[in-house]
């Protein structure tokens, strides 16, 4: 079965300094999708950013970049630039074509930033 | 655009009331639905998706049902609740008629349900 984790429950960062977020996941389907959201306080899920298992290149989105290493089944979200609206929860999630591209999330990181 | 509404955005309920939580997109055509639930500062937890009228598969056996009367309507249901049905329901969508692994879902704003 497909499997998603983040072992970091919760990390401090200052503001406008970079904070990169561990994902790491497991599966045998070739075809995934890696996505990051984003759940402020209000609890609305943000969709950040997303990398393709056949992408050739790491996914950017503005300050957001993901450095995705296939071999080694990780897919970290870097936040440059830190700002204080940046404080929330961070969800990763992976989508398998052969599990009918259900979302399958991680346990999720809290990011503090610091002024 | 797309949009989708989720209401109520909270509710507290008694031990063995019965509930109703709606979730409507508009915007889109014959998308894929997707009911969650996310336990206090955990992650989430897929109850319920659907890929067309009346289609409703179940991921984890609890006591709530769901259904999906128009295209772009979803219900959570439940005829009694229990005090662990406590937590942060989600609605989702996502472009449907697609297997393509690249969709992305798009969340509603949640309710909050409380059994007491």
């Known amino acids: 079965a497909q499997k998603i984790t983040q072992t970091q429950p919760g990390m401090f960062v200052q503001e406008k300094e970079a904070v990169t977020l561990d994902c790491t996941y497991d599966t045998s389907d070739p075809s995934y999708g890696l996505f990051w959201y984003k759940q402020p306080s209000s609890g609305e899920m943000i969709f950040l950013i997303y990398?393709?298992?056949?992408?050739?290149q790491n996914a950017t989105e503005g300050r957001y970049s993901l450095n995705f290493q296939k071999a080694r089944k990780s897919a970290n979200l870097v936040i440059s630039a830190s700002q204080l609206g940046d404080s929330a929860m961070y969800f990763c999630a992976m989508r398998l074509k052969a599990a009918g591209n259900k979302l399958t999330f991680g346990g999720g990181t809290r990011v503090l930033v610091k002024p | 655009s797309q949009t989708i509404h989720q209401w109520p955005a909270t509710l507290v309920q008694p031990v063995g009331s019965p509930l109703s939580l709606e979730c409507t997109v508009e915007g889109t055509s014959n998308p894929n639905l997707y009911w969650y639930r996310q336990a206090a500062g955990r992650g989430l937890q897929l109850l319920f998706y659907s890929v067309g009228i009346g289609q409703i598969s179940s991921e984890v056996p609890q006591n709530l049902s769901a259904s999906r009367p128009q295209d772009r309507q979803f219900i959570l249901s439940s005829k009694k609740l229990l005090l662990s049905d406590s937590g942060f329901y989600l609605c989702a969508w996502r472009r449907g008629g697609t297997s393509l692994s690249t969709d992305t879902q798009y969340f509603g704003p949640g309710t909050r349900l409380t059994v007491l």
């Open positions: 990398q393709g298992s056949y992408d050739q």
